[in-house]
């Protein structure tokens, strides 16, 4: 008996782009799934696409919508949920797969890996091209958390697909983290004990925005530092990575906002200070920061 495939879709504004994800699924060679789509919130064409499509396949496909916006970590959560299948696939609503994304993620997952993720084209919305594509380096899996830690090579959630029992062990999605919400699930989820196994095909085309405003920067640089602050402690990471990436997550918010905020760049100056005290870029940090402070008053 083959395994039945949950494909989780988050919604968000997702209307003029779900419609291409699910042809994608329609395409797939391996034909034992069903589709989990919760909107978080919006109300466009989303819903009426989902029903539109789930009256022309035999599988099942669920719908549901927050109600409000919740985020993606609780709108993931959500429809895992309500998940059937054996195994996850996640899917953003705004990136596609090839044919063969199902059939080759179970097939590595075969091999004994509990999670698995696979190569990607870079496909600009803007421009309808793709820019860039890669499989990742195999070196990356011979210390796949440490490498996690310092950078998530698993660039989209949609490239995943995991064992249902293992995502039961990892639990849900962190919504306090808008940003590496994904990258902390798949290391919570190795640190459980799961291996994690690269197809090596390209079979997902992952779509770029081109948004890039300073309040974005801003908010991924003050969620970068939620995140190495719940990675802090781990057991599972040497303690100089850890410190390091955290000291740095702090200089680089601080740096961000020191002419608006003084106070608050020197006060994350300083714990990076005193996280890492020999190195000495931290205190004229903190000089810098009370100086502008003393100007601002």
């Not at 796949?144 to 830690?149: C, E, Q, S, W």
């Amino acid at each position: 008996m083959r395994d039945l495939v949950t494909i989780v879709i988050p919604a968000y504004h997702a209307g003029a782009f779900i419609r291409r994800a699910l042809d994608g699924v329609l395409a797939q060679t391996h034909g034992a799934w069903e589709v989990v789509v919760v909107e978080d919130g919006t109300r466009d064409e989303t819903e009426a696409v989902v029903r539109q499509f789930a009256a022309t396949v035999s599988q099942s496909v669920r719908y549901e919508n927050n109600g409000a916006n919740c985020g993606v970590s609780a709108t993931r959560n959500r429809a895992m949920a309500l998940a059937r299948g054996s195994v996850i696939a996640f899917l953003d609503a705004d990136d596609r797969w090839t044919p063969e994304h199902l059939a080759s993620g179970l097939e590595t997952l075969d091999k004994g890996a509990e999670l698995c993720f696979s190569g990607f084209h870079i496909f600009y919305e803007t421009t309808q091209t793709v820019v860039e594509s890669s499989v990742p380096d195999r070196s990356l899996l011979e210390n796949p958390l440490a490498r996690l830690f310092e950078s998530n090579f698993i660039q989209t959630s949609s490239l995943v697909m995991m064992r249902r029992e293992t995502a039961e062990k990892a639990g849900g999605f962190d919504g306090d983290l808008k940003v590496g919400e994904d990258c902390d699930y798949w290391m919570r989820a190795l640190s459980s004990g799961a291996r994690l196994a690269c197809t090596g095909k390209l079979t997902c085309y992952y779509t770029k925005h081109g948004e890039s405003a300073m309040t974005k920067t801003l908010m991924v640089a003050e969620h970068s530092v939620k995140f190495y602050r719940k990675h802090l402690h781990s057991a599972f990471l040497p303690a100089s990575l850890r410190t390091s990436y955290y000291a740095t997550s702090l200089c680089n918010y601080g740096r961000l906002i020191g002419r608006k905020n003084p106070v608050l760049a020197r006060a994350l100056f300083w714990e990076a200070w005193k996280i890492r005290p020999g190195d000495l870029r931290y205190p004229a940090y903190v000089l810098r920061a009370c100086i502008q402070a003393m100007f601002r008053n």
